[in-house]
């Protein structure tokens, strides 16, 4: 799978992924009305509403970005109703030709998951049919539970042609708290990566390995360090944004070819709309202000690489 | 909520929680295929056989358990259907007066872990309506990503009546990878302890938080040194039949009250029909075999307290 990302980033010279992660806050009102008027003060329509605000984005997006990524904790927030639309926006985004990084951040003891893993990316078999639940391209995962609880995501990876992000560093102001701290040393987040090299050993496409690391765009310095520590894994970095990250802070994520790092922006781009600066558009052209806000971090990022 | 888990606890007499993780191999053949039967080789059967299997464990031992932990992995594999029997275990557990303990291990960013923490525990608004997800008694979370990823469940404690167990040190065999590694002299799951503790402050409900911790029966001699690290605490103690905890192990995990743990089995209660102690039931009686082995189980651990 991490060859088909690479290619896709290379054929579109955009390093970059667009979050598709609605909110009623950042939806327009005027498409959520719509859809209100339509099936009522309910969740069925605020998943309506969702999956057409992620729709209109990726149709005006899609010849300009490789990947986007969904994040699942603003669907669960609405129940079935929103993993209903979950699992249309990830279908959809598949059907445009987009690599799909489910942002799942699971993990749990090894059984757990493994049904984790077989849901998000794999399949399971029902007597004699296949059956593939959210069928994402690639996942997040959460490290703190040790190997036994990525190697699930990692096992599902070369057989069904998928990819994982391992948390590593985090974008978030604490994300210290924890990772930070020294060991033999070092910090939690440097054992993390050398985890994640390992994990990855066995996974490689050429140069990367289908084993790639979460870490913030928010932590440059630390992103040099890691970009070094990890020679084979991609980065994707979130935090671009609206988080706080910028372009310049972000060349030391990649390697000199360009590559080993794909950037993360949700809110910066979904809700370009409600900025000042792509304020022209108007709601209603929602979707074309996302386009230029793409343009313009593509520009930002291209500048420093 | 810990107040009226303490009370369900202490009037049955069982500081125990059964483990909801239904898989086609733990099922009863018979129960998978009538639904088969009637709804296809469809994930649409699966998950109404899941939820029947649930029902009838549930049905069998009400009287005798406090809660239930359905870890929604399990339902995940199968997609949506997968999350609608997830939803229905929940709610029918609920009508029984049975305490729900959501195993869900998330964890995020803020703004998303506030999207978790709504649609797990807590409720949206959609215009004048509220709207309850999936609306949990408690849920497990991932502390990996600091603070700020744990405080939005935190949140939801006090106005909704809700409670929580952070991931502390946990059942599985490679936990300790990073869990273990030492940090100022002492193991990184007592930060993760002290911090657990500090997030539970403002939210005791008597001698004990909303704020509980996760800790593996598998790791005895960890689970006292905790105990007495968190003295608010309320912990949930997995590991326990299946993955090798005996109730020997478990006496440090409890306070000289009888309280301050509550130990969960999966397997060995849901698939009790399928160990040689418990054959004689067959496999129609599957929910009479899991009375037995909770019968079985209380008094292992009651006979340490």
New interface residues.
């Given amino acids: 799978m991490i060859t088909k990302l690479i290619e896709q980033i290379q054929e579109k010279k955009a390093p970059i992924v667009v979050g598709l992660?609605p909110?009623?806050k950042l939806m327009p009102k005027t498409l959520v009305d719509k859809w209100?008027n339509e099936l009522g003060?309910?969740?069925e329509?605020?998943a309506e509403a969702m999956f057409e605000y992620n729709r209109q984005i990726m149709d005006a997006c899609v010849d300009l970005i490789p990947a986007v990524k969904p994040?699942i904790?603003?669907y669960?927030?609405?129940?079935?109703p929103?993993?209903?639309a979950y699992?249309r926006t990830v279908e959809y985004a598949k059907q445009l030709g987009l690599i799909v990084i489910a942002?799942i951040?699971?993990?749990?003891?090894?059984?757990?998951?493994a049904?984790?893993a077989?849901?998000?990316l794999g399949s399971?078999k029902?007597?004699?049919?296949t059956?593939?639940?959210?069928d994402a391209d690639m996942a997040t995962v959460?490290?703190?539970?040790?190997?036994?609880?990525v190697r699930p995501f990692v096992d599902v990876c070369k057989p069904e042609d998928k990819g994982i992000f391992v948390?590593c560093k985090?974008?978030?102001?604490?994300?210290?708290?924890?990772?930070d701290?020294?060991?033999?040393g070092r910090p939690?987040y440097e054992?993390?990566a050398e985890?994640i090299e390992e994990w990855g050993a066995n996974n490689r496409e050429g140069d990367y390995s289908n084993v790639g690391a979460v870490v913030g765009a928010t932590y440059p310095e630390m992103g040099e360090r890691l970009r070094k520590l990890m020679p084979h894994t991609y980065i994707l970095v979130?935090g671009y944004g609206a988080?706080g990250g910028k372009g310049a802070d972000l060349k030391n994520f990649f390697n000199k070819d360009g590559l080993g790092a794909i950037v993360n922006s949700s809110r910066g781009i979904i809700a370009a709309f409600q900025k000042e600066e792509y304020a022209k558009y108007g709601e209603e052209n929602f979707a074309l202000a996302s386009r230029a806000a793409v343009v313009d971090m593509l520009e930002d990022i291209n500048s420093v690489l």
Avoid: C, W
Avoid at 171 to 177: A, F, T, V
Avoid at 181 to 184: A, C, L, N, Q, S
């Fill in positions: 992660d909110t009623l209100i003060q309910t969740p329509a605020v994040q904790a603003m669960e927030t609405f129940g079935i929103g993993l209903y699992q942002d951040k699971r993990g749990d003891i090894g059984t757990s998951s049904a984790y077989l849901g998000h399971v029902i007597g004699e049919y059956y593939r639940g959210f959460n490290p703190y539970m040790g190997s036994d609880s948390l985090t974008s978030n102001p604490s994300s210290g708290e924890f990772q701290r020294i060991v033999d939690l054992h993390v985890k979130p988080q």
